[in-house]
């Protein structure tokens, strides 16, 4: 079964820490992207990648940064972690047609 | 991107069919109409795409009007698990490269 594993289900984190949520597809897909999910708000696009060192920003990329050194690993990057920045993460890869998610990072910030 | 239209949500009992609509009316000709779902506590999963004719698989039909300004997503016989938020996006293209721009969607609450 095709799979998008991202390494934390549930993370917690001090303000101002830089925090890495990694992850990793099994597809030889091109194509990765990280979203955050909150109430009321849906799903926005932080960044994505197309290929391996590309990187493109979503609508909402101020605070993170992402990495992609590797085809199946796509990094989202916070730089110094900030209280508005508790939410859903979730990365996705894709190639033809479909997207393929993973199961969300809760990250909470205190 | 072109804009889809949903209902906030939907109810309907189980073992019933459901009809979930999605209204698309500035849709270009290039556009894909995909649908997701996304299960409680999970992220969003596939579950079919059309241009203009119906599509049927495993997990859905969907039928595609003629002047392709609404689709509408059927579940053939709901069950509890397909209790979920399903969302309706236009994407240029078949996919690929171009992102998801995710809206609302509609939760379907499914009666036992």
């Known amino acids: 079964d095709v799979k998008v594993t991202q390494s934390s289900r549930y993370l917690v984190k001090r303000t101002g820490e830089k925090v890495f949520l990694e992850c990793v597809q099994d597809m030889d897909h091109e194509n990765m992207f990280w979203y955050r999910q909150d109430p009321g708000l849906g799903l926005r696009l932080i960044y994505f990648?197309?290929?391996?060192?590309?990187?493109e920003k979503g609508d909402i990329p101020e605070g993170y940064s992402v990495s992609r050194e590797k085809k199946e690993r796509f990094s989202l990057i916070l730089e110094s972690a900030s209280t508005n920045q508790t939410s859903m993460y979730l990365c996705?890869?894709?190639?033809?047609?479909?997207?393929?998610f993973g199961s969300g990072t809760r990250l909470t910030v205190v | 991107d072109a804009k889809t239209t949903q209902p906030n949500s939907m109810e309907s009992n189980e073992e019933e069919p459901v009809h979930l609509p999605c209204n698309h009316s500035?849709?270009?000709?290039?556009?894909?109409i995909h649908w997701y779902r996304q299960l409680p506590s999970q992220g969003p999963e596939y579950v079919i795409h059309g241009l203009t004719s119906n599509v049927n698989n495993r997990m859905a039909s969907l039928a595609i009007a003629e002047d392709r300004k609404s689709s509408t997503l059927i579940l053939h016989r709901a069950t509890l698990r397909d209790a979920a938020v399903y969302y309706c996006?236009?994407?240029?293209?078949?996919?690929?490269?171009?992102?998801?721009?995710f809206g609302k969607g509609t939760k379907l609450t499914v009666n036992p």
């Open positions: 996006i236009l994407r240029d293209r078949e996919g690929g490269s171009e992102k998801l721009v």
């Open positions: 990648s197309y290929d391996v060192k590309m990187k």
């Open positions: 500035t849709i270009s000709g290039t556009d894909y």
């Open positions: 996705a890869s894709s190639a033809k047609y479909g997207y393929t």
